[in-house]
């Protein structure tokens, strides 16, 4: 009887001891297979660096933190980084990360921080960084082959690029402003990779790709027409997703799209003429 009684009270003490230390391995390699997952992915699809300084998987609410995610410029800039992301949130179905395709109810990246910045007449950061993106489904596939920058399929209910800061560094000119601040309206995609064709690299790609649709259309009016039409021009077909957003948000106020192929349906709230402050006295620098 004893034996019996130790048997009861060991075991489940040794299943619990199992659970918890499941628990925290899952949580530990999950963590580093999402840094890992987001700074490969990054590699594949652009000619820079892309840093992730920390990812915190909460298994038991769904939840992915992310922090100091970087996407450093090109060499020869003054600016270390273009692109500054302090917290970033993922909603993630923690079963779906077993399995090919990771179904991800919500991301949402607040707050980051871009630089533009001008090199000379012809070159800036961004325009050196779109040259290395896919064109759209039919483009190139990523460097290292497309099965090895696609990693696992993912399946994104809502991504939501919000509160957006641009730095545009032009090029120092006597009595001209040369740093020009924008604030960009609120990207919100929807039924993301619902064709199996999305993965990490094409991710980075097309958040990117609607961030820089949105410097270019909201900097009509106040940037110089060149740099504006100088990124229109270099973003062409590249993701075609960041282009039926930036053709809703011709329009004030906020408009549904139907989505082609796999983007499904996208609006882009609150663009146009954010930041007209600066105004007619900038126009033509």
Known sequence: MKILRKLFITIPLIIVILLIVVVVLVGLFADRAVKMGIEKGGSAALPVA??????????????????????????????????????GSVGVDIRSLLSDTVKINNITLDGAVVVLEQKNLLRNNIKDIIKAL??????????????AAKGKNLHIDELIISNTTVKVKLLPLPGKIDTIPLKLGTIRMTDLGNDNNLGMAKLIGIVLSAIFRGIAEQGKGILPDDLVNGISGALGKTFETGKKIIEA???????????????????????????KQFGDGIKGI
């Open 50 to 87: 892309v840093k992730v300084g920390d990812a915190d998987l909460s298994i038991l609410r769904g939840k992915l933190a992310l922090r100091d995610l970087v996407v450093e410029n090109p060499e020869g800039y003054k600016h270390e980084n273009l692109l500054e992301l302090k917290n």
């Open 134 to 147: 896919p064109k759209g489904d039919e483009g190139e596939a990523p460097p290292g082959g497309e099965a």
């Open 249 to 275: 948000g011709t329009e004030a106020g906020k408009k549904l799209l139907e989505g082609a192929g796999d983007t499904g349906k996208k609006i882009w709230e609150g663009a146009g003429a954010v930041g």
